[in-house]
């Protein structure tokens, strides 16, 4: 079952992040996040009795010639490494994807594994454009308005993002 996360799973969610990334470096974005006023979003897989996945959607935006696109990135999705490869994860991007486009937001960009991520429609060319500061096959987005990156845009991360 995919749905929002509640303030009391904090702990639990934690837990996730930690264990699927084998360090606390991204449970401490998710707080600082949060901390920050900048989590747009946040997912859950499991039940009321177990949590076994999670994905964070924060504030993005890409500016360019004197306009704002709303936007989001995808960081971090976390799954318990004993229910890694079981679609968990897919499910919670395909969930969350969906509630950006409901949002109105204009696109998402990850930083991810490239043989992973096309499968929910981010690409590197359509990060292309971009002026962030990543690049390369990792970096790659989802255009949730067709053609919206084509003009490019410097891209503004949250500030607990560091960058």
């Known amino acids: 079952m ?16 930690t264990h ?3 360090r606390a470096d991204e449970a401490n974005l998710v707080e600082q996040l949060h901390a920050d006023g900048d989590a747009l979003f946040e997912l859950v897989a499991g039940d009321d009795i177990a949590l076994r996945g999670h994905a964070l959607y924060s504030r993005l935006s890409i500016e360019r010639d004197g306009e704002i696109l709303a936007a989001a990135a995808l960081a971090p999705v976390s799954v318990l490494p004993a229910f890694q490869r079981q679609g968990l994860g897919g499910a919670l991007i395909e969930a969350g994807n969906a509630r950006c486009a409901e949002l ?3 696109a998402i ?11 929910f429609g981010f690409t590197a060319d359509a ?4 002026d962030a500061q990543f690049s390369g096959p ?9 053609g919206v990156l084509s003009r490019g ?5 949250a500030r607990a993002f560091g960058v």
């Not at 995919?2 to 992040?17: K, M, Y």
């Not at 960009?109 to 499968?119: A, E, F, I, M, N």
């Not at 990792?138 to 067709?146: G, I, R, T």
Request: proline fraction near 6%.
């Open 20 to 22: 699927a990334f084998g």
């Open 127 to 130: 990060a292309l454009s971009l």
């Open 2 to 17: 995919i749905r929002d996360a509640r303030t009391r799973e904090q702990p639990a969610i934690r837990a996730i992040v």
């Open 138 to 146: 990792s970096f790659m987005a989802l255009e949730l308005e067709a």
């Open 109 to 119: 960009l990850v930083l991810g594994h490239p043989d992973y991520y096309p499968r």
């Open 104 to 106: 109105g937001l204009k």
């Open 153 to 157: 845009g410097r891209v503004r991360y």
